[in-house]
């Protein structure tokens, strides 16, 4: 850890975070209602993953692998019966961050990350209030991965198959341990 002064309650929770085999999220309680028919947004490529080739010092940004997410989860949902989400902005910054700060690739990396409630909370703090729930993994090395097991998980199929979000935000970043990954969805502003 870079953080020798984290003990207790973090450690517990840094420790429940990482279970799973890299499957980590939790979702923010559906306290805002339900949401309209959003447009349907995502693009694929981009294999093999760029950083496939070796080690980096820092945590890069993977946009394909974000938008393939966003595509695969939206047709997860349109054969649940649930309308696509269309991409937000602000949530896939938060997202973005979020999955750095994980990566300890961002700004936020040491106690004030640790600290930190949720990758919700980071939405938040960027100006959106309607947060529909969250997804943060590790330990998937591809998109198809990453979805397919987060839909055989009932606590995050449920957050992905909640059919009032309307939005989403996704954050896929690479180091020398592998890709880290951070969805956020929102019901809209």
């Not at 306290?31 to 995502?42: E, I």
């Not at 209030?129 to 943060?136: K, M």
């Not at 992905?160 to 309307?166: D, G, I, K, T, V």
């Not at 341990?177 to 502003?189: E, N, R, V």
């Amino acid at each position: 850890m870079r953080n020798r002064l984290v003990r207790g309650p973090v450690l517990a929770g840094l420790a429940m975070a990482l279970c799973c085999a890299g499957v980590t999220g939790a979702a923010d309680p559906d306290v805002f209602g339900d949401g309209s028919s959003p447009s349907a947004s995502g693009s694929g490529g981009g294999w093999p993953p760029p950083w496939a080739g070796g080690a980096e010092d820092q945590a890069e940004p993977w946009p394909e692998a974000e938008a393939e997410v966003v595509r695969l989860v939206n047709e997860q949902r349109t054969r649940a019966g649930c309308d696509a989400l269309g991409t937000d902005k602000v949530l896939a910054e938060a997202a973005r961050e979020h999955s750095q700060a994980r990566a300890g690739g961002g700004s936020d990396t040491g106690a004030p990350f640790l600290h930190s409630t949720s990758a919700g909370d980071r939405a938040r703090e960027l100006g959106y209030d309607r947060v529909a729930g969250e997804i943060v993994a590790s330990g998937f090395e591809t998109p198809e991965e990453a979805v397919r097991t987060w839909t055989s998980h009932s606590g995050h199929e449920k957050v992905l198959l909640r059919c009032s979000a309307q939005e989403v935000g996704a954050g896929v970043v690479h180091d020398e341990d592998g890709p880290f990954w951070t969805l956020i969805l929102g019901y809209g502003s």
